[in-house]
T-cell receptor
Framework: GNSVTQMEGPVTLSEEAFLTINCTYT??????LFWYVQYPGEGLQLLLK?????DKGSNKGFEATYRKETTSFHLEKGSVQVSDSAVYFC????????FGTGTRLTVIP | ETGVTQTPRHLVMGMTNKKSLKCEQH?????MYWYKQSAKKPLELMFV???????ENNSVPSRFSPECPNSSHLFLHLHTLQPEDSALYLC???????????????FGSGTRLTVV
């Protein structure tokens, strides 16, 4: 079946620290992979995506590379800001969109 | 604004009430979805409508009843809910295309439902 596993968190970092949120997936076939972000009181917003192996998605300083050999799509950012505090969801699209449980990130000044 | 609008933003209802959640998308998409987001659980896909036809119902209790009158509007009718149904209900839409890598979904801001 299709599933996504991501690190649970919460994650607390100081401003300008390096961020990694791990995500691995199980899927039949070749899914598209996504990272969504949810700010307090809001719905989910698409952050970045990758549609095939070795693709790198990037947006707002965040990056993730589709690694077929390790079935992973880890989210990284070199220098986080307080405004990056949110919940981050890894997802895969097979027929429908399947989400991980989300990782809450808090960035402190 | 994402182009997907959900109303109301907050709803408190008693277990014997009947209410409806509304979702409207202005993106020209042809598929719409209801998700349930509960604390410490993955988002649960509830219903899928593709070209106004319901194509998926993930074992959702009958006290939740979806309606999709056209490709821009989606409703979730609620009746005799339980306290454990309290959650954030998210609507999403997408443009489904054949023979092309599937894209992500566009989400609304959600309706925060509290059942008392």
């Amino acid at each position: 079946g299709n599933s996504v596993t991501q690190m649970e968190g919460p994650v607390t970092l100081s401003e300008e620290a390096f961020l990694t949120i791990n995500c691995t997936y199980t899927a039949t076939g070749y899914p598209s992979l996504f990272w969504y972000v949810q700010y307090p009181g809001e719905g989910l917003q698409l952050l970045l995506k990758a549609t095939k192996a070795d693709d790198k998605g990037s947006n707002k300083g965040f990056e993730a590379t589709y690694r077929k050999e390790t079935t992973s799509f880890h989210l990284e950012k070199g220098s986080v800001q307080v405004s990056d505090s949110a919940v981050y969801f890894c997802a895969l699209r097979a027929n429908n969109l399947f989400f991980g449980t989300g990782t809450r990130l808090t960035v402190i000044p | 604004e994402t182009g997907v609008t959900q109303t109301p933003r907050h709803l408190v209802m008693g277990m014997t009430n009947k209410k409806s959640l509304k979702c409207e998308q202005h993106l020209g998409h042809n598929a719409m979805y209801w998700y349930k987001q509960s604390a410490k659980k993955p988002l649960e896909l509830m219903f899928v409508y593709n070209f106004k036809e319901q194509t998926e119902n993930n074992s959702v209790p009958s006290r939740f009843s979806p309606e999709c009158p056209n490709s821009s509007h989606l409703f979730l009718h609620l009746h005799t809910l339980q306290p454990e149904d309290s959650a954030l209900y998210l609507c999403a839409s997408s443009q489904e295309r054949t023979a092309i890598q599937p894209d992500g979904y566009t989400f609304g801001s959600g309706t925060r439902l509290t059942v008392v």
